[in-house]
């Protein structure tokens, strides 16, 4: 092999490029990466490809064994790295791990850290599918869930077992946007010798960073603002060096809930204007909240940015004086059908915004959480959890606020 081609073998391996210290946010999220190849391509190269040319037999033989640089992309690709480094830098974490999707970090975190017996203490107001993944499936291997309020520090406190391993929180929640205290959850947790986890989704490292307050372990669902124009799937596990090597990497490298390379560097291209886009969310959400709050056809504003919000103070010191992208409103009604039928008459009446799940766009997008994110729950449980029939979920996009607006008149002019 000739020594151009092994320098650029080794150009492969999981290396910063040589950025100075003490950076910024916005400077990391758009430099934090491998190191370019001997091309020296200025925006980062896409790997797409299943399996990396080894230079001789003893080579390969101590990268398989050791899982070092790269042989499969089961295992690791040059793309997928410099996204988990570029997401571990804004976090403030060692090291990050990206898989297939925000469930697919659930699930690669609870079959790293958990066995039969183990017990977890989860926030009953957590994204519907993570209910569903705690209660259903995991409870069929021996995993011990048990769900408390958001917001009551002591009700978690009581919930702590001798086999509790891990506290696992969402903050802000969807779609009501309660927000917990994380320093406080982080203190339970390591005085009962257990892990925090915090799904950082809806407030991004550019709002709060869940380590620097305590946490153990960020989650994140690449697939909202990381990205940021819906259009891949994505997950990543933010933690120790320690956590990601031992814990979780062996199981990706064994169970496959792998990121793709593609998906990878569209997430990575999309953090690069994470810290504007968030910032502009805020602006256009906290100018849309205050709006729903002067309407007379809305009986409850949920948005941390409000002085209203249960939460607000806690908010504003934990996410960096803003509210986010996200805000739910109620429609009220005599009975659930009604409350139902007038909600559904708000979503059928936009022309403008999109009718659908997903949220950190660009385009503004409205649901009805209670027959979509949180339609396999039983009504029982999504009373527990404040999402009634009547609530509408709006994640606001980057269009003029004003346009916003005039859409989600068309529907309220009419109740």
């Not at 060692?94 to 017996?117: C, F, V």
């Not at 969402?170 to 915090?198: F, Q």
């Not at 407030?203 to 909202?224: E, F, N, Y």
Request: proline residues 5%.
């Amino acid at each position: 092999m000739s020594a151009s081609s092994s320098c650029f073998l080794q150009t492969r391996n999981p290396i910063v490029s040589n950025l100075p210290p003490g950076l910024r946010p916005e400077t990391l999220a758009i430099r934090a990466a491998v190191a370019p190849s001997q091309y020296g391509e200025n925006s980062e190269t896409m790997y797409l490809t299943t399996g990396f040319v080894q230079p001789d037999a003893a080579t390969s033989a101590e990268r398989f064994a050791s899982g070092e640089g790269y042989t499969y992309a089961r295992t690791s690709n040059p793309t997928v790295t410099s996204f988990e480094q570029r997401l571990a830098a804004l976090e403030g974490a060692e090291a990050a791990i990206g898989t297939a999707s925000g469930m697919a970090a659930i699930l690669l975190m609870i079959m790293g850290l958990l066995k039969a017996g183990d017990h977890v203490v989860l926030s009953r107001s957590m994204f519907g599918s993570t209910l569903n993944l705690f209660a259903k499936e995991f409870g069929k291997f021996g995993v011990e869930t048990t769900f408390c309020s958001q917001t009551d520090v002591q009700e978690w406190r009581a919930a702590v077992r001798p086999n509790t391993r891990l506290l696992f929180a969402e903050t802000p929640t969807n779609p009501l946007t309660e927000v917990c205290d994380i320093a406080a959850l982080a203190d339970i947790a390591r005085k009962a010798g257990a892990l925090l986890a915090v799904d950082n989704a809806f407030a991004t490292p550019i709002l709060q960073k869940p380590l620097a307050l305590g946490a153990d372990i960020v989650m994140h669902s690449g697939t909202k603002y990381l990205d940021g124009q819906g259009r891949v799937m994505a997950g990543a596990l933010c933690a120790s060096s320690q956590l990601v090597t031992e814990k979780f990497a062996p199981v990706v490298r064994t169970a496959g809930m792998v990121l793709s390379p593609f998906n990878a560097w569209v997430v990575l291209k999309g953090l690069e204007t994470l810290s504007v886009r968030v910032k502009a969310h805020c602006e256009n959400t906290l100018a849309i909240a205050r709006w729903l709050e002067a309407q007379p056809q809305v009986a409850r504003v949920f948005y941390p940015g409000l002085p209203s919000h249960p939460q607000h103070e806690l908010a504003m010191r934990q996410q960096g004086g803003l509210g986010g992208g996200v805000v739910a409103f109620e429609l009220a009604g005599d009975t659930l059908e009604a409350a139902r039928a007038k909600a559904f008459h708000v979503l059928d009446s936009c022309r403008l915004l999109s009718l659908a799940t997903n949220l950190g766009d660009t385009k503004t997008i409205i649901s009805h959480p209670a027959t979509t994110s949180h339609g396999r729950l039983t009504e029982a449980q999504r009373q527990a959890a404040g999402i009634s029939q009547g609530v509408i979920r709006l994640a606001v996009g980057l269009e003029h606020p004003e346009d916003i607006q005039d859409d989600l008149l068309r529907g309220l002019r009419g109740l």
